[in-house]
């Protein structure tokens, strides 16, 4: 594997650079028997991807031992009702209630893959875009019958697999298209990552909402400010400059995201396997998505932003605006589930 210009300045600033080198090793193309029976065994995925704005995303997909599996030595899919898609097709499609078409679509031609296109008739966006995505969270007015998954054109994706139980994590970095099951995803990146910083659960975890009561804006509410500070997990999705999307994890005891404002976030960093691929892509491209996740009531907090990486010695930092707010559930809702 060769690192992008991003990843390798990061590695360098924190003289990480050997050990970076070495991780590479495990990065492969496609997936071994012993990985394909890993993702048959998860009930969570967690997805990153673009929208038509160039907004970065984080979604969540669930479903039992099954949903996820893979299909071929390049090939995984990930079932999913329309409801249940990332976020990102769902904005572009309508909320809750978008049911499939019975038309093909035009998502078949694979000749552009970025951010999230509908048809043939929408413009890709320029990475870096000022405006805040154009879709409204509940909105009625969008042809929800008329809207098909199957129009979207593929688009660049990047998949986490974090079983809590085991404390493992995979991770699969492609192009997914949308399926009359779900996605369909064309591995390019495949690899593990070490336990380091994923929370052991121990209590049984409820899968996300698809739909509910859900609200949306520009900054954090007071409620929300609040679960933020009690999280010990978020999942982080960025993508680089040519717009290939990557989704990780981010851990640490109850308190360790600071809310500094209503309408930013900061968290420490820690060296991992030292490839920096969330920071790396942030120096090529600003936008990021964060998402919260309760898994005892299925509550998600989705938000999108810009962040900046501030490097002091070998403690990096991230500091996150947020543009923009999504929340599936009701805030009244979040629990904790069991941990250990």
Known sequence: MNYHRGEREIQERLGRSAEAERSARVIR?????????FIGMQ????????????????????????????????????AAEPERLPLPLRLEGGWAGTSWSGGGGAGGGRSEVGPLEVGSGAGRSEVGRSEVGRSEVGRSEVGRSQFSPLEIR???????FPDTRRRLRLRVNGIARPTRRGLAIDTAQVFTNCPGRLRHRSGE?????????????ESLSPAQRAWIREADTFFIATASDTGAADASHRGGEPGFVEVVSPTELTWAEYPGNSMFMTLGNLVLNPRAGVLFLDERSGVTLHLTGTARVRLKAAQPTVHFTITRVVQVGEVGQVGRVGRD
């Open 43 to 78: 009930t969570l995925a967690v997805t990153g991807s673009t929208d038509s704005d160039g907004l970065v995303w984080v979604s969540v997909l669930s479903g039992p031992p099954g949903f996820a599996r893979g299909t071929g030595p390049h090939s995984l899919s990930l």
């Open 154 to 160: 593929p688009f660049e994706i990047g998949v986490l």
């Open 205 to 217: 975890a409820r899968p996300p909402l698809a739909s509910g009561p859900t609200a949306s804006g």
């Open 29 to 37: 193309k496609g997936l071994t028997d012993i990985l394909a029976a």
